[in-house]
């Protein structure tokens, strides 16, 4: 099974700033890989697919680049509705497997 | 705009069979377009995936849980299902079920899961 390991697992910032989230694969996925954001009690929500596309409806703040093994998601300047726990998650197979999280804390 | 529900029993006993259902409502679940998955998350951990079906029937699951699950398709229902047997508390968690949207990419098609339910959570315990 493919592993995926994301860095940090918690992150603390204030409103305003630039955050970047780290996920690498244990062997290349080429794009396959998505981001999504969980607040407590909710759902994930779909925010990136295919490492850089951002779904519909997600403010364009969320960027996501890699490909291979190492990707970042990037939010721009950090708002107060996105403080919540972030997962990338691998498709290249069909075992899909998940990144075990970043919480994005306010400082 | 397309939505889905899970449902079944909160509270099952150890050694017994867990039974999720989740319908499908604003869109169609016989599209080729998707496969429907389910994945889980236990309390204050990480997400899981369980496994996933398309609506002719065919099915992926997580090794890990393989020998324990099944997961079926009722098109007329507009249903999938999840059968998860001999439960332990270690199946303790919230259940999600997803759509997962089509992608044609470098000879084969991938998946992505785009639209989620609520989630259901379920207890195992005596």
């Known amino acids: 099974d493919i592993q995926m390991t994301q860095s940090p697992s918690t992150l603390s910032a204030s409103v305003g700033d630039r955050v970047a989230i780290t996920c690498r694969a244990s062997q290349s996925i080429s794009s396959w890989l998505a981001w999504y954001q969980q607040k407590p009690g909710k759902a994930p929500k779909l925010l990136i697919y295919g490492a850089s596309s951002l779904e519909s409806g997600v403010p364009s703040r969320f960027s996501g680049s890699g490909s291979g093994t190492e990707f970042t998601l990037t939010i721009s300047s950090l708002q107060p509705d996105d403080f919540a726990t972030y997962y990338c998650q691998q498709y290249n197979s069909f075992f899909w497997t998940f990144g075990q999280g970043t919480k994005v804390e306010i400082k | 705009q397309l939505q889905q529900q899970e449902s079944g029993p909160g509270l099952v006993k150890p050694s017994e069979t867990l039974s999720l259902t989740c319908t499908v409502s604003g869109g169609s679940i016989s599209s080729s377009s998707y496969y429907w998955a389910w994945i889980r998350q236990p309390p204050g951990k990480g997400l899981e995936w369980i496994g996933s079906?398309?609506?002719?029937?065919?099915?992926y699951y997580n090794p890990s849980l393989k020998s324990r699950v099944t997961i079926s398709v009722d098109t007329s229902k507009s249903q999938f299902s999840l059968k998860l047997n001999s439960v332990t508390a270690a199946d303790t968690a919230v259940y999600y079920c997803?759509?997962?949207?089509?992608?044609w990419g470098t000879g084969s098609y991938y998946y992505y899961m785009d639209v989620w339910g609520k989630g259901t959570t379920v207890t195992v315990s005596s």
């Open positions: 079906i398309y609506y002719r029937g065919s099915t």
């Open positions: 997803a759509r997962a949207q089509e992608f």
